[in-house]
C-alpha cells in the first residue's frame, strides 16, 4: 500500500465513514466504532446468524473481520473453514509499520470498501 492513501484527511472518504457509520447506526441506536464494526464484520462473515459469543470468540471474530477487509488489499487469504466452520485465513504479505493513527485510517478505509463492494 503507498503511503498517499493513508496520508491526510480526505473530504471524499470522510463523508463515506460518515454516512457508513450513520447507516449502522440506525440499526444499532448508536454509532459504532471501528472495533465494533470490525466484529460486526466477523459475524457477517461467520453467517452462524445472531447468538451469544463468548468472550474468546468475539475476539476471534474481530479477527476475522480484520483478516476480510483486508483481503483485498493482498494481506490474507482465506484459508479454510474448521470443523465448527469457522473462517481462517493465511497472512499472505506482511502489513507495513504503520503508526496507530495509520492502521486505525487503513482500517477505516479497507471497511469503507468492504461496504461498499458488500452493497454493490
Not at 67 to 83: A, I, K, M, N, R
Not at 93 to 114: C, G, I, N, T
Request: proline share 3%; hydrophobic share 40%.
Amino acid at each position: 500500500m503507498e503511503r498517499w492513501y493513508l496520508c491526510a484527511m480526505d473530504f471524499e472518504f470522510e463523508t463515506k465513514w460518515k454516512s457508513l457509520t450513520e447507516k449502522l447506526s440506525e440499526n444499532f441506536g448508536e454509532v459504532p466504532d471501528l472495533e465494533t464494526i470490525l466484529f460486526l464484520i466477523g459475524v457477517q462473515e461467520l453467517g452462524q446468524g445472531k447468538r451469544r459469543f463468548k468472550k474468546d470468540e468475539k475476539l476471534d471474530l474481530m479477527h476475522i473481520g480484520i483478516c476480510s477487509v483486508l483481503t483485498p488489499y493482498g494481506y490474507y487469504e482465506f484459508s479454510h473453514f474448521d470443523d465448527d466452520r469457522w473462517p481462517h485465513f493465511k497472512n499472505i504479505k506482511k502489513l507495513p509499520f504503520l503508526s496507530d493513527q495509520e492502521q486505525k485510517e487503513l482500517m477505516r478505509r479497507a471497511v469503507v470498501d468492504y461496504f461498499e463492494e458488500a452493497w454493490a
